[in-house]
């Protein structure tokens, strides 16, 4: 990624969070074409019941929904760590050279 | 339909626009710099800015048009729920915190942060332009479905009323208020769908949907007497004439000097079952099964004919319980009312018969979509093009992401977005029930399915029907308030400011937007009448398709392949823009719109991602190919 880094973000911190949101971009990618890929070509296994009886299409639909939230709070949770630890890489190295 | 204008709705809503208007003029007199009307100064907390994500996305599509196509069609208008969300996974992981680090004010900026080229800012303040165009016509249309229940006015008065406040909000105001009208609307939304949504559970499931003091219209079946495939007579009504639309045959009757049309199952059970008409007359009046409008004979309609829990058949069923509500329709019956024109003499007639429809396909995709068996190509591309726009659009909105910009850090930009998944993945899950709910609890008008929410709703009791209308109404005015700042961001920014190097100062170019933004009101009104009657949800879905093969690949190729050349994002926007425009303008909803038929349309793609987008890509990079960067670009950065 070859954006502009603001003044208080580091290279590193930018491109580990981006490395992440790629990697979960694609995890989501795969579970979301999984579902139209099914759609178009094994129609007929979405009508298949899974559980508490509703069908694989429901159950496909509203996990994608419920997956999304959950991916972004990982992501959140790891690009938050990432910034924090270039926080306290550069206050530690600040108060060596102090 | 016909309606009655409810006073306490009335008032809720006056209550609460006044509340909408008051607090955009509160933050109007604060403020007046070009960097407040457009970003809110960056100041906005990334909470209230998070729900206001929400209120911003949650538009009248989301509300209106996915729990309408749900009711009509079932799973097939949740695909949009899915689709629109997913969409944010696009937004969140790869664009919001990059475009936060390189932007200013609009779309255009950030794209052209790195290059400063003049094809670019044209290009983008096209299409965000277009983009905004496209996705202020369903909220419009949204706006004019609204207040005919609600004030007992005709589509086109909701549409002006609508345009009016709206531009008063925007000229009066810009960014800031529209951000806190969002965050107010999204959280608002939220509460009640789920409110609603607890209703609906609670009443259960019952056929027919009476409760309350709601009643159902008992629809006749009357048994003809037949000779040579031909009605001869039937016990107290005169045969006037029968005509054949596909496999589907339709008989007008007539009894005390009204005229009925009735769906003549022959094959099946030999009965001729009641239908919901209107026809318009030469001399330009309208009826409503057969007679006028005042005489109240036209119903609001959508049932089970049967219901059926662990195998055994109910009348009715009781509270159930989330999953227990979905798995009950899924095992019964639903009654749908689909729509057919004739021609008779020199009456033009839409006649709206019941078609019964098991509830395991109502809660599959294929009842819009045709997927399943009797899917074809083209059926099969639509589905596909439908959910790409979905999920590639979302990050590519102008209005969404000028957003990224109200917060202060990259960091509050994440959080926001991150809020906003969540509370429009929980609103979604909740317009699966509210769809459901109001497919069979009798309510749906067969004109419009865009009232589905609201009219369940009122069904449950006026307060209720009240204070949901205001704020769907409310949704419409802020979603529109802010597609006209992102729209005249577009014209006085980016076109007459950048582009033409006009050099305005802070008052001038507030001021130029303010006129832009009354002119950009002024088509969306006229917009709004022209497509009355079409599902919102649908006509987003080509804002997304737009937005997608436009702006998205400019976008990626930016952030991700370093050798992108501006004269290639310049020209994969172009080439986004036309191809897209071109595979809608020649759509089988456009053909039927300009009066010459779905089934004559050059072809039968309804959503154009999947041809535009791919084309799009390749633009890019083939432009990019051809007119490399140049090395004085490399280093070139604006702040």
Known sequence: MHVNNSAEEKEIVTQQKSKLGVRLFFVYLICYAGFVILGVFKYELLATTVFWGLNLALTYGIGLIVFAVVLGIIYNYYCTKYEDQAEETENLTEGDSK | MIYDISFTALAFFFVFVGLVLGLSFYFGRKKSSSSSYYAAGGQIHWAVNGIAFAGDYLSAASFLGICGMIAIAGFDGFLYAIGFLAGWIVALFLIAEPFKRLGKYTFTDALNAKFNSRAITLTASISTLIISIFYLIPQMVGAGDLVMPLLGLPHWAGVILVGAIVIAIVASAGMASTTYVQFLKGGLLIVLSTVLTVYI????????????????????????????????????????????????????????????????????????????????????????????????????????????????????????????????????????????????????????????????????????????????????????????????????????????????????????????????????????????????????????????????????????????????????????????VASSGAIAHDFIDVYLKKNLDDDKKVKVGK??????????????????????????????????????????????????????????????????????????????????????????????????FPLAVLTVYVFTKMYPKKKTNLDHTTT
Not at chain 2, 527 to 536: H, R, S, Y
Not at chain 2, 582 to 602: C, Q, R, V
Request: hydrophobic content about 45%; glycine content about 8%.
């Open chain 2, 201 to 484: 559970l609670k009443n259960g499931l019952s056929t027919p949907p009476e409760f309350n003091e709601n009643t159902y219209h008992k629809f006749m079946e009357l048994t003809p007497e037949v000779k040579n495939d031909q009605i001869v007579s039937v016990p107290n009504w005169s045969v006037i004439t029968q005509q054949q639309i596909g496999d589907k045959t339709f008989v007008k009757l007539a009894q005390n000097g009204i005229e009925r049309w009735f769906e003549w199952t022959q094959n099946e059970d030999n009965l001729l079952k009641e239908t919901l008409t209107i026809t318009k007359k030469a001399d330009g009046t309208t009826l409503y099964n057969g007679e006028s409008k005042d005489n109240r004979k036209f119903y609001q309609v959508g049932h089970l004919s049967k219901i059926i829990v662990n195998g055994q058949e109910l009348s009715q069923t009781g509270p159930l319980g989330p999953f227990e509500f979905l798995s009950t329709i899924k095992d019964s019956e639903i009654v749908r009312f689909l729509q057919v024109k004739l021609t008779d003499g020199n009456e033009q007639v839409s006649i709206y018969y019941p078609e019964v429809t098991s509830g395991s396909k109502f809660m599959l995709p294929g009842l819009k979509y045709k997927i399943g068996s009797d899917a074809n190509l083209w059926s099969k591309m639509d589905f596909v093009s439908l959910m790409l726009a979905l999920f590639l659009g979302t990050a590519a909105l102008p209005h969404i992401l000028i957003r990224y910009y109200t917060v202060k850090t990259p960091r509050d930009a994440r959080k926001s977005t991150i809020l906003a998944i969540a509370a429009i993945g929980g609103f979604y899950i909740l317009t699966l029930f509210i769809g459901l709910g109001a497919g069979v609890n009798g309510v749906m008008d067969v004109e419009s399915s865009n009232m589905a929410a609201p009219l369940l709703a009122r069904a449950f009791g006026a307060a209720l029907f009240s204070i949901i209308s205001a704020v769907a109404f409310a949704t419409v005015l802020g979603t529109v308030a802010g597609l006209i």
């Open chain 2, 515 to 612: 006129i832009a933004a009354v002119i950009v009101g002024v088509f969306a009104i006229l917009l709004g009448m022209a497509f009355q009657g079409i599902n919102v949800s649908f006509l987003v879905g080509w804002a997304f398709a737009i937005a997608a093969s436009a702006n998205l690949p400019a976008i990626l190729f930016l952030l991700f392949w370093k050798k992108t050349s501006s004269t290639g994002i310049a020209a994969s926007i172009v080439t986004g823009i036309i191809s897209s425009l071109a595979i809608i303008l020649t759509s089988p909803t456009m053909w039927d719109k300009y009066g010459l038929g779905a089934e004559n349309a050059l072809h039968q793609l309804e959503n154009p991602a999947l041809i535009s």
